[in-house]
């Protein structure tokens, strides 16, 4: 989750897409960028015999996306994990 309102304006993936030189919107590598790592995520789930997962990305105020995906959901537990590495979670 990223703490901003689109991935288009996060000066980190604009960074990262000039320094590769990739062409195209950052949006759209940041959220490619988002998806693998929940692809991750899940397959580590499903791996330790986790039965129902949704993982998917969203853009916004994490506080209030975590509750609303809670409420939409009516989710008993909600794993949030972060290793510090910052919104890409180290992809620079």
């Known amino acids: 989750m990223t703490p901003h309102p689109s991935p288009e304006v996060d000066p980190t993936t604009r960074a990262y897409a000039r320094s ?14 988002i998806k693998a790592k929940l692809d991750v995520a ?31 959901r009516r989710a008993h537990l909600i794993v949030v994990g972060s290793r510090g590495h910052g919104r890409l ?4």
Do not use: V, Y
């Open 42 to 72: 899940r397959n580590r789930a499903q791996a330790k015999a986790a039965k129902r997962i949704s993982a998917e990305p969203c853009f916004g105020d994490p506080g209030r996306e975590i509750i609303t995906a809670a409420a939409d």
């Open 20 to 33: 590769e030189r990739i062409p195209g919107p950052t949006s759209s590598l940041a959220l490619a960028m």
């Open 89 to 92: 979670c180290g992809e620079h």
